[in-house]
């Protein structure tokens, strides 16, 4: 009976933990340097960035999107909105001058408005 009970907890176990979705934090990452991180929420949104990464000569973050994007909104680290600027665009950059350091969340409205296709960026100085 016993070896029935650790055998079945043995079972639960591993089934629950073969549906839990964990996805290494590399593979979310789209942009990694010393100045600037930045990661999407889910392995799927990276489809929507053709083009991302950190311009050191402008020291700025540079973006190419999928869909037309008509709103950015920057939220900081405790999910306050802090900025929603018009881009009406699928190609747009964002100051590093904009953050200071620490941790902030970037929303990408899209045309159709049906998504927003949030990511992570910490700034490190």
Same mark, same amino acid.
């Given at each position: 009976?016993?070896? #029935? ?35 999407? !929420?889910?392995?799927?949104? $990276? ?16 973006? !190419? ?15 306050? #909105? ?13 100051? $590093? $001058? ?22 992570? #960026?910490? !700034?490190?100085?």
């Amino acid at each position: 009976m016993k070896t #029935l009970i650790v055998t079945i907890i043995f079972a639960v176990t591993m089934i629950s933990s073969s549906f839990a979705s964990v996805t290494p934090e590399s593979e979310l990452s789209i942009i990694a340097s010393p100045t600037v991180e930045l990661s999407v !929420v889910n392995v799927a949104q $990276k489809d929507f960035f053709q083009v991302a990464k950190y311009n050191t000569d402008m020291d700025a973050l540079e973006f !190419v999107t999928a869909d037309y994007v008509d709103y950015l909104q920057i939220f900081d680290e405790s999910g306050k #909105l802090m900025y929603q600027l018009p881009v009406m665009s699928n190609k747009l950059k964002i100051s $590093k $001058k904009m953050f200071d350091t620490g941790a902030y969340k970037i929303g990408f409205i899209t045309k159709n408005k049906t998504t927003i296709q949030f990511t992570n #960026l910490t !700034v490190n100085g």
